[in-house]
């Protein structure tokens, strides 16, 4: 009998991180269709709702959490930030040398690398279906998720999705503290004929004069060979967009 | 009908994916700097002030047949007199048997160091210089090859020179190899040259945790040599090692240590610890190091503010020199304005 009940509660708790994974996969669909791909990216900085900076990245993401950030605005251009794993670099042309940095270094810049690179929750995250709510009348999954490697910039993040097809509205980021440290809104409009997150509304809640909001400009599908996230290669030339 | 055959095929290698990205990034800055001499120092130096003018400009071509051209020139003009225009970088780059070639002049530091870097062995520069100018590259054939975690560098730096009157301009053959592994990078390097003999080292880079990284540096030299009495003195076998950490908290405060014992250094400044603290905020970033070397007790303090907003940095330092480090220079202080485009 206690057999019979212990499988049973095993494969309850395999069918709900399955479900988890198939509702992980379909959020991350409205972020990127194409598992690699470059992404053109605005950051405006609001302070009290005035528009503060505004800064230019292009990111190209590979499977296998492979992320290089190309910085673009005049001040900062020719700047690198290259993610592989849980293994951080960054590169100043100054300097021309890439530096080993730690996940906390990666986040002394103006804009937090996490939220313009991380574009998936899949792989990265895991956790349970807490409950159901709404968020602006939409009803919504609330997902209890919790990071799979310490270096992701939030460790824990509960994460609201339209009941009806899983497209991301909100989330709650936190830090391995368990300290809040910002809310997400995520705006999904029609692009290229499917619906797609086309901007990320970052509400700072340690800062809360601060808001940031990371424009997706567009997202294209592309290849790119090993050495582009090799370290070594940063202090070549930049490929081609 | 042959004519279009003709053009398309002379158009083929055009057509092949271009890999390199067309960019320019300039910079202009203006600086000022001032140092104060220590009263009744032996060479007689009186106290100075320099202002001038500084502008960079960044660029790389995609050129035909997967080529790729990268340049970096400067223009300095200082307010007494005295205008140079350099090409800091100008290279040729394209992939070649698996790898890639590069020919020119290009800037090639290979180090995990901070203040002291043993492994640079190519490039030499000034390390702990205040609001150092633009780097000037060597004169280098450069072979390179990129595996998913690895990566081999193979230079012959300044072609065709043998022994030059300062160590950067010396001919040389220098390899460098790269790994990954997980939470920590390796580099061995090996460099022949006429001046030094045979150089063999070796460094690593180690994320212990979130917040702390760990790094070092060895290189033995068959043959060194000293700066003593304005001139280079053979001096034997050399040795130069390094051992630091970088330590930074989720409040963004920042501590960087190192200890290092430099054989070719002046006598009485081969071994030195350095000890930085540095807090960023939002744009304002605010730094304080010394430098201690034990064998004389000269001390190096160092204060640093800088202030980032867009394309503008403001930013201003100020050095003492306290001991024997004291004995021309009692301080210095420079301010910098810089726009980026």
């Known amino acids: 009998m206690f057999k019979t009940f212990a499988v049973t509660m095993l494969l309850c708790g395999a069918a709900q991180a399955a479900d988890i994974d198939a509702i992980l996969k379909k959020a991350d669909s409205f972020r990127m269709l194409e598992s690699s791909a470059q992404i053109e990216t605005l950051v405006q900085t609001l302070k009290n709702g005035s528009p503060d900076k505004e800064k230019r990245y292009q990111v190209l993401v590979r499977p296998g959490g492979k992320a290089l950030i190309l910085f673009r605005s005049p001040g900062e251009a020719g700047q690198k930030v290259l993610m592989s794993g849980d293994d951080f670099w960054m590169f100043l042309p100054g300097s021309a040398r890439p530096i080993r940095i730690t996940p906390l270094q990666k986040l002394l810049g103006d804009a937090s690398t996490g939220d313009i690179a991380t574009m998936t929750w899949s792989g990265d995250y895991t956790?349970?279906?807490?409950?159901?709510?709404?968020?602006?009348?939409?009803?919504?999954?609330?997902?209890?998720?919790?990071?799979?490697?310490?270096?992701?910039?939030?460790?824990?993040?509960?994460?609201?999705?339209?009941?009806?097809?899983?497209?991301?509205?909100?989330?709650?980021?936190?830090?391995?503290?368990?300290?809040?440290?910002?809310?997400?809104?995520?705006?999904?409009e029609q692009r290229e004929g499917r619906p797609q997150v086309t901007r990320m509304v970052l509400k700072d809640e340690v800062q809360t004069s601060r808001e940031t909001v990371v424009n997706i400009l567009s997202t294209r599908p592309r290849q790119f060979g090993d050495e582009l996230f090799n370290a070594m290669y940063l202090s070549r030339n930049d490929v081609k967009p | 009908m042959r004519l279009r055959h003709t053009l398309a095929l002379a158009m083929l290698p055009l057509a092949q994916q271009a890999w390199a990205d067309d960019y320019a990034y300039a910079s202009v800055r203006g600086?000022?700097?001032?140092?104060?001499?220590?009263?009744?120092?032996?060479?007689?130096?009186?106290?100075?002030?320099?202002?001038?003018?500084?502008?960079?400009?960044?660029?790389?071509?995609?050129?035909?047949?997967?080529?790729?051209?990268?340049?970096?020139?400067?223009?300095?003009?200082?307010?007494?007199?005295?205008?140079?225009?350099?090409?800091?970088?100008?290279?040729?780059?394209?992939?070649?048997?698996?790898?890639?070639?590069?020919?020119?002049?290009?800037?090639?530091?290979?180090?995990?160091?901070?203040?002291?870097?043993?492994?640079?062995?190519?490039?030499?520069?000034?390390?702990?210089?205040?609001?150092?100018?633009?780097?000037?590259?060597?004169?280098?054939?450069?072979?390179?090859?990129?595996?998913?975690?690895?990566?081999?560098?193979?230079?012959?730096?300044?072609?065709?020179?043998?022994?030059?009157?300062?160590?950067?301009?010396?001919?040389?053959?220098?390899?460098?190899?790269?790994?990954?592994?997980?939470?920590?990078?390796?580099?061995?390097?090996?460099?022949?040259?006429?001046?030094?003999?045979?150089?063999?080292?070796?460094?690593?880079?180690?994320?212990?945790?979130?917040?702390?990284?760990?790094?070092?540096?060895?290189?033995?030299?068959?043959?060194?040599?000293?700066?003593?009495?304005?001139?280079?003195?053979?001096?034997?076998?050399?040795?130069?090692?390094?051992?630091g950490f970088t330590w930074t908290t989720e409040s963004q405060f920042s501590v960087l240590g190192e200890a290092w014992v430099d054989r070719s250094a002046v006598s009485g400044q081969e071994r030195n610890l350095l000890l930085r603290a540095a807090q960023h905020w939002d744009t304002v970033d605010v730094s304080a190091d010394v430098l201690y070397q034990p064998q004389n007790g000269g001390r190096i303090g160092t204060m640093s503010i800088s202030w980032k907003q867009g394309p503008w940095l403001l930013s201003a330092s100020w050095r003492h020199y306290g001991g024997a480090a004291g004995a021309l220079t009692r301080s210095v202080a420079v301010a910098t304005i810089e726009r980026g485009f």
């Open chain 2, 31 to 243: 600086q000022f700097e001032s140092r104060e001499a220590q009263p009744g120092n032996p060479l007689r130096m009186r106290d100075s002030t320099r202002l001038f003018e500084h502008a960079e400009l960044r660029w790389q071509l995609d050129a035909p047949l997967q080529n790729a051209l990268r340049g970096t020139f400067t223009a300095r003009h200082d307010r007494d007199g005295g205008s140079t225009i350099r090409i800091n970088e100008l290279s040729l780059e394209r992939p070649l048997g698996g790898g890639f070639l590069t020919a020119g002049k290009k800037v090639m530091s290979w180090d995990v160091g901070y203040a002291f870097r043993p492994l640079d062995v190519v490039q030499q520069e000034d390390r702990r210089a205040l609001n150092p100018v633009t780097l000037e590259g060597v004169p280098m054939l450069a072979w390179e090859s990129f595996g998913e975690d690895s990566a081999m560098t193979v230079v012959l730096s300044n072609p065709g020179h043998g022994r030059a009157d300062q160590p950067r301009d010396d001919g040389s053959l220098a390899l460098r190899l790269y790994r990954h592994r997980g939470e920590r990078d390796e580099y061995a390097v090996l460099r022949l040259s006429r001046r030094n003999g045979t150089e063999a080292g070796a460094s690593f880079s180690h994320v212990l945790n979130e917040g702390v990284e760990l790094h070092a540096s060895l290189l033995w030299q068959q043959r060194h040599e000293e700066w003593q009495r304005q001139r280079w003195q053979p001096a034997g076998r050399g040795a130069k090692a390094l051992a």
């Open chain 1, 127 to 188: 956790g349970s279906v807490a409950g159901e709510t709404t968020v602006d009348g939409v009803p919504c999954l609330e997902l209890e998720l919790s990071a799979l490697r310490k270096s992701l910039s939030y460790q824990r993040v509960v994460l609201h999705v339209a009941k009806n097809d899983y497209r991301p509205l909100h989330a709650d980021l936190y830090a391995a503290s368990n300290r809040k440290l910002k809310q997400a809104y995520y705006v999904v």
